[in-house]
């Protein structure tokens, strides 16, 4: 079936820092989707990327949609402690409606 | 702004119990899931359901699961006779037309 790896599975950055996870699927997805989880909390959608080599920014936030749509990847300019939490990237595969979550990317920030 | 509404926010369950968890999805979405996430791990698509059945189920989802809509507004799962294995946070979540799923604050369920 289906695997969607995201890496590393954990980061520790200094409060000022760049910080990026990587995410890949096994299979090409019809689009990516981005979420943030914050301990204790539920997902939160992020952001959708649809179009082979897509970018799309929000403020510091920083994402890419691979050229072979099997890949994508956030980037985040100058963290802040409000970052803290876990990315999860999700991929729709051709016309189904399984949104499959991959592994998560765990980052902490600290002062 | 529209939400996703789980009850009960936390359930404990003697091991052979059946459970039920319910889900209130956002009125205008066309399709639900239940996920579930084991402390710290990943999130794990369980079910999605569109227009009154099931569109697509995980091998997680075997024959001690079932979901339905029982009055067009709540969605249930439901866990016939749980397992100690089955302890974890179980989303709920409704797709918009564009295509951004909107989860809920989840159910702990704990078997014991």
């Known amino acids: 079936g289906q695997q969607v790896m995201q890496i590393p599975q954990y980061q520790h950055v200094q409060e000022g820092e760049d910080f990026t996870t990587y995410c890949n699927s096994s299979t090409t997805l019809s689009n990516i989707q981005w979420y943030k989880q914050r301990p204790g909390g539920h997902p939160v959608f992020l952001i959708q990327?649809?179009?082979?080599?897509e970018v799309k920014k929000q403020k510091r936030l920083t994402f890419q949609f691979g050229e072979a749509k099997k890949n994508s990847s956030l980037h985040i300019t100058a963290t802040q402690t409000t970052d803290v939490g876990t990315y999860f990237c999700a991929g729709f595969t051709g016309g189904g409606n399984k949104l499959t979550f991959g592994t998560g990317t765990q980052l902490k920030v600290e002062l | 702004e529209p939400e996703v509404t789980q009850t009960p926010s936390h359930q404990v369950t003697q091991m052979g119990q059946e459970v039920i968890l319910r889900c209130v999805p956002i009125s205008n979405h066309l399709y639900f899931y239940w996920y579930r996430q084991i402390l710290g791990q990943k999130v794990e698509f369980l079910v999605s359901?569109?227009?009154?059945?099931?569109?697509?189920k995980s091998e997680i989802f075997d024959d001690q699961f079932s979901v339905e809509r029982p009055d067009g507004s709540n969605f249930t799962l439901k866990i016939r006779s749980t397992k100690l294995e089955d302890s974890a946070m179980y989303f709920c979540?409704?797709?918009?037309?564009?295509?951004?799923?909107?989860f809920g604050q989840g159910t702990r369920l704990t078997v014991v």
């Open positions: 359901f569109y227009n009154n059945e099931i569109s697509e």
């Open positions: 979540a409704s797709k918009s037309f564009r295509g951004e799923a909107f």
């Open positions: 990327l649809v179009k082979s080599g």
